[in-house]
């Protein structure tokens, strides 16, 4: 009977380890260049355009320590000419992000709109951390020890 209280307490000891173990998770976004590719101007066709996995994209070398955490879009128009780039973005601003755009207007006819937003192709979605699969398993040994 002590073998199986102490199985049990490692069991749950797992459990517990796994509930509160962060997991990784990545940022999917669009990709692309309105002044290469026209799709990716607005209006935007999302079902036409490829998504990229920001996490296997090649680190920066201004931000080598940072990964990728939101998508951006920015819209450029420089000299009456649009040009629209959805990314990844690395640097996060928490009291703007998913909330609203920010405008910034230069000299000389030079507007910016920047947008970013967090979440898989700027739509959050569930996402199943590794985590969530050791709790799973942590679950399955402590149910199975009580047979």
């Given at each position: 009977?002590?073998?199986?209280?102490?199985?049990s307490l490692s069991c749950a000891s797992l459990l517990l380890l796994c509930w509160f173990y962060p997991g990784a998770e990545s940022i999917v976004c669009y990709h692309c260049n309105s002044a290469y590719d026209p799709r990716c101007g607005d209006p935007f066709?999302?079902?036409?355009?490829g998504k990229i996995n920001c996490s296997m994209q090649a680190q920066l070398e201004h931000l080598p320590f940072m990964e990728p955490t939101v998508c951006r879009k920015?819209?450029?128009?420089v000299y009456g000419k649009t040009r629209v780039v959805r990314s990844?973005?690395?640097?996060?601003?928490p009291d703007r992000d998913g909330k609203d755009c920010i405008q910034r207007s230069g000299t000389h006819d030079v507007h910016m709109l920047y947008c970013a937003c967090k979440g898989d192709i700027c739509n959050p979605a569930a996402l199943t951390s590794p985590s969530t699969a050791l709790a799973v398993f942590a679950l399955t040994l402590v149910y199975a020890t009580m047979l």
């Open positions: 009977m002590r073998y199986c209280s102490a199985w066709d999302p079902y036409s355009l920015n819209v450029q128009r990844c973005g690395y640097i996060e601003d």
